[in-house]
């Protein structure tokens, strides 16, 4: 009796503690914590803008509470209007991006003291819903959040079909490979430079007389060494420059013009070579080039003089050489900001780049060290290369007019110089094949059929 008396007392105690406690909820039934919209408006190509993308998406990761709606303003005529309401809302002026925008709160720009104050006020609205939010003030957040932008932390990865497994490198994924791919076609296309190759062809022929292999390793080395490095300065110094600034829409307009300019000169250059405005060498800075190789590896000197004499002849053509070649420096250069590449990117790929550019110049080289001669680049040589090289450059600037965004997508990139190649020998089928079977001959450097008149343009 006793011992069912205990345990009666012992359900009646379980029955109470279990009415007294608090009753378990489940996670779906429980109340959600209170979120925090984060309006962040943005321009595709904006350096300080995908930099927050950054410190962005790192607070997304520590607040999954918060929902970040960014929108991109420079080609969404839908977002700018957003936008506009926002500032008017707001009662500021939208002159510049980014602006990231947190209750009542505003930031124009980006700076490091921003991310303190953005985090304190999310966490002020975590622990306190905020009174204002502007999007549900303006009825623009559901609407926006189904159909909105993309996620802040960049481009998404590439679908199987993209994914092709090599050797020793594995899984590689195309699609993200396509600003390799843009490098490496530019870079060969710079490389084929009539300027610094017919140096190079006149300075390995000058070496060539003195009948020494080992000058000719020398000089050739020291020389592509050394306009490799000026080269790759020039080019860094380019893209600081667009840092510096800030990518906006007018530089990219800019670098657009600048594109057509070095277009229209080199294609000019294909029909009329070296005719009024003309980015080669100049005749008049022949006759002191000649002089000073000569003078470099001519004179007897020892092998730490013919380095020295050969880096100071190198830094020297260089300097002439930008005019020629400044066009694709500046379009890749400003590609690279457009696209948001990191500086690790951005070194990695610029040697890749100056890889590949070097191609052929190591080939001419190569062939002058095993056969003891030197090739020479004619002007029907440097005609093709400009036609060439300015086909590539327009179509570069109607893509940076357009939408630098396409060399970042590999099927895009491709197509782009796919057409310009096909366009660049369309035109030199016609003027070549076509054309002169009816008389037609457009430029100089034709050699007409003897005591036929044939029409000139």
């Known amino acids: 009796m006793r011992k069912s008396k205990l345990i009666g007392l012992a359900i009646l105690a379980a029955v109470t503690l279990a009415l007294l406690a608090p009753s378990p909820v489940l996670a779906e039934d429980s109340p959600p914590q209170p979120g925090v919209n984060v309006y962040f408006f943005w321009g595709d190509g904006c350096q300080y803008c995908a930099k927050e993308k950054i410190f962005l998406q790192y607070l997304a990761d520590k607040y999954p509470q918060i929902e970040i709606l960014d929108y991109e303003l420079y080609y969404s005529k839908a977002n700018q209007a957003i936008f506009q309401q926002f500032a008017d809302y707001l009662d500021f002026q939208p002159q510049a991006v980014p602006v990231t925008i947190i209750a009542d709160k505003k930031w124009i720009g980006f700076r490091d003291e921003y991310e303190a104050e953005m985090e304190t006020a999310i966490q002020a609205c975590l622990e306190q819903p905020c009174e204002v939010d502007v999007g549900l003030e303006l009825g623009l957040v559901e609407a926006q959040a189904a159909e909105s932008a993309a996620p802040a932390a960049g481009p998404a990865q590439g679908d199987a079909s993209s994914l092709i497994n090599l050797p020793i490198l594995g899984q590689v994924d195309l699609a993200a490979q396509s600003l390799a791919v843009s490098t490496a076609i530019i870079g060969f296309v710079d490389g084929f430079n009539p300027c610094s190759l017919w140096v190079l062809s006149v300075l390995l022929a ?203 997508h590999l099927n895009t990139s491709l197509l782009v110089f796919a057409f310009a190649l096909a366009l660049t020998w369309a035109v030199y089928i016609v003027h070549q094949r076509i054309l002169p079977r009816f008389g037609v001959y457009i430029g100089s450097g034709f050699q007409r059929p003897k005591g036929k008149k044939k029409k000139r343009h």
Not at 292 to 310: D, K
Request: net charge positive; with cysteine.
């Open 206 to 408: 000058i070496t060539l007389h003195s009948g020494s292999r080992t000058k000719i390793i020398v000089v050739g080395l020291t020389f592509l060494i050394v306009t490799t490095i000026v080269y790759s300065l020039f080019i860094a110094g380019v893209f600081t420059l667009f840092s510096y600034v800030g990518y906006l829409r007018w530089i990219q307009v800019l670098v657009a013009l600048i594109a057509f300019v070095f277009a229209a000169v080199n294609i000019k250059d294909y029909f009329w070579y070296k005719e009024g405005v003309s980015f080669t060498i100049s005749d008049k800075h022949k006759p002191k080039i000649y002089q000073n190789m000569r003078s470099a590896v001519v004179t007897p000197r020892s092998i730490l003089g013919l380095v020295a004499s050969t880096s100071a002849l190198a830094v020297g053509v260089s300097l002439i050489e930008f005019a020629c070649t400044a066009g694709f420096p500046v379009i890749w250069s400003n590609l690279m900001i457009a696209n948001n590449v990191s500086t690790l990117t951005f070194i990695l790929l610029l040697g890749l780049y100056m890889l590949i550019y070097l191609l052929d110049e190591l080939a001419i080289f190569g062939a002058a060290v095993v056969t003891m001669k030197a090739s020479k680049v004619e002007e029907k040589h440097g005609r093709v290369l400009k036609l060439i090289s300015g086909v590539v450059i327009l179509a570069l600037g109607m893509v940076m007019l357009v939408n630098p965004e396409w060399m970042n």
